[in-house]
Nanobody
Framework: QVQLVESGGGLVQAGGSLRLSCAAS????????MGWYRQAPGKQRELVAT???????NYADSVKGRFTVSRDNAKNTVYLQMNSLKPEDTAVYYC?????????WGQGTQVTVSS
């Protein structure tokens, strides 16, 4: 069973930065894509950014140019550097890892951006 542990959320003013981390453990297979999703109150969960094992990235249009996703394959850890944060970035951020055909999720970390 793959476990994902997130850290790095918090409260920040608009224009500020935060860095999220997510460490995966317990996988007997290589972890393919890892990434971040978010869910704001009353909204559906949406993709923020993903990165493949080979380093190919994909971003939501709303975060392009502000957020950067990266990973350390040796540590099975994915990061999300968030710059120029906006109040509309406020949400619970969830880490995701795909192993073979299965998706695993972290418990979520709250990011709140004040105006």
């Amino acid at each position: 069973q793959v476990q994902l542990v997130e850290s790095g959320g918090g409260l920040v003013q608009a224009g500020g930065s935060l860095r999220l981390s997510c460490a995966a453990s317990g996988s007997g297979f290589p972890i393919n894509a890892m990434g971040w999703y978010r869910q704001a109150p009353g909204k559906q969960r949406e993709l923020v950014a993903t990165i493949t094992r080979g380093g190919t990235t994909n971003y939501a249009d709303s975060v392009k140019g502000r957020f950067t996703v990266s990973r350390d394959n040796a540590k099975n850890t994915v990061y999300l550097q968030m710059n120029s944060l906006k109040p509309e970035d406020t949400a619970v951020y969830y880490c995701n890892a795909r192993v073979v055909v299965w998706d695993y999720w972290g418990q979520g970390t709250q990011v709140t951006v004040s105006s």
